[in-house]
Nanobody, 127 residues
Framework: QVQLVESGGGLVQAGGSLRLSCAAS????????MGWFRQAPGKEREFVAA????????YYADSVKGRFTISRDNTKNILYLQMNSLKPEDTAVYFC????????????????????WGQGTQVTVSS
């Protein structure tokens, strides 16, 4: 099993920045792709960004491209999401997730393909 714990959420004004972290423990060697998702009240969980095990390939939702950066430190088993130029519509609970290798292309992983999930951290962006 793999345990994922997010941190770094909070309240920030529009235009500000936050960095989320996700600490992984357990059988972390089994994880290939890691990703960030978010869920706003009354909406479905949506993909934000993903990164391969080596960190060599990343993939972003169009809504965050150019503003958010995903990265990982495999020596510490930590996944990051640097969020800049935040907007009120970025307000949501943010979840990190890990997937065992299933596909060749990172963009082929959908929400249901992720095997492990954290509990989430709240991000609120005020206008």
């Amino acid at each position: 099993q793999v345990q994922l714990v997010e941190s770094g959420g909070g309240l920030v004004q529009a235009g500000g920045s936050l960095r989320l972290s996700c600490a992984a423990s357990g059988r972390t060697f089994s994880i290939d792709v890691m990703g960030w998702f978010r869920q706003a009240p009354g909406k479905e969980r949506e993909f934000v960004a993903a990164i391969t095990k080596s960190g060599g390939s990343t993939y972003y939702a169009d809504s965050v491209k150019g503003r958010f950066t995903i990265s990982r430190d495999n020596t510490k088993n930590i996944l990051y999401l640097q969020m800049n130029s935040l907007k009120p519509e970025d307000t949501a609970v943010y979840f990190c997730a890990g997937a065992i290798r299933k596909y060749y292309r990172i963009r082929d992983y959908s929400t249901g393909d992720y095997d492990y999930w954290g509990q989430g951290t709240q991000v609120t962006v005020s206008s």
